[in-house]
């Protein structure tokens, strides 16, 4: 059965029961998309694996990419209750997502994307998919295809964000090892931040110990930049490379 086309209409008007620190707080879908471009993404559901490995993390990754091309907010969506899906956003620190609780299904029953999942005794949960809106208007639907299992191909956000803009183009992931209070690792910091350059930061003694920086490294010392999978060194390696024909970015 094909999934009925929603392109063109309001989305369904649900008030969704949210629990945020100790107060029950009621959110409306006219707050949610009410004057904004928001792009939505729905999955089955919280701490499942595909969620939780990436729909939700290269959303979060490229929640600033989205921004640049006017996007207000990114929603996820998932038939759970508000406990669930206040843990699961606490686990995944994905602070660039509003992760909203579909609790009763209504949003996605409205959506005509609520599907059985008995099988796996899920219930009833959302079929994957994502879309933009405009303003509380549907502009654009992803459904992932009905198959068996849990097909993952297009509710990605590398597809939204081309349908967004055709031209983009994905920059290289970059990481940085640093130390507390490191001037040098400051120093790698900025290089990348004036490169407009986004990463992912790994502390000493808090994310990473450094018997596993000398495993992949062969260093013991702070900074350690890595680019596109590239282990690029220190703060003077990564100044070097910066100013090299080698340089990817």
Not at 121 to 126: E, L, Q
Request: aromatic share 8%; glycine share 10%; with cysteine.
């Amino acid at each position: 059965m094909a999934f009925k086309d929603m392109t063109g209409q309001h989305v369904p008007n649900v008030t969704f029961r949210t629990r945020q620190g100790d107060s029950w707080v009621d959110v409306t879908t006219n707050e949610l998309f009410g004057g904004k471009k928001v792009v939505l993404f729905s999955l089955p559901g919280a701490f499942t694996p595909t969620c939780s490995s990436t729909h939700l993390p290269r959303y979060n990754e490229l929640a600033d990419e989205f921004k640049k091309l006017g996007v207000d907010d990114i929603i996820c969506v998932s038939v759970n209750d508000t406990f669930v899906m206040n843990a699961w956003a606490a686990d995944q620190e994905c602070g660039n997502i509003t992760v909203i609780p579909d609790g009763n299904g209504e949003f996605t029953d409205g959506m005509g994307r609520l599907v059985g999942k008995e099988n796996l005794g899920f219930g009833k949960r959302s079929w994957r998919y994502s879309m933009l809106v405009d303003n509380g208007v549907i502009v654009k639907i992803f459904d992932e295809p009905q198959k068996d299992g849990d097909p993952f191909e297009v509710s990605d956000a590398d597809t939204m964000i081309k349908f967004l803009n055709p031209d983009w183009q994905d920059k290289p992931s970059v990481a940085i090892i640093s130390k507390a209070g490191c001037p040098f690792c400051i120093k790698a910091k900025e290089a990348l931040s004036n490169r407009g350059l986004a990463f992912e930061e790994l502390v000493l003694g808090r994310d990473i110990t450094m018997t596993a920086v000398r495993a992949m490294t062969g260093r013991e010392t702070a900074p350690q930049v890595f680019i596109g999978g590239k282990h690029i060194g220190g703060s003077d390696d990564l100044e070097s490379y910066l100013t090299s024909g080698e340089c990817i970015l």
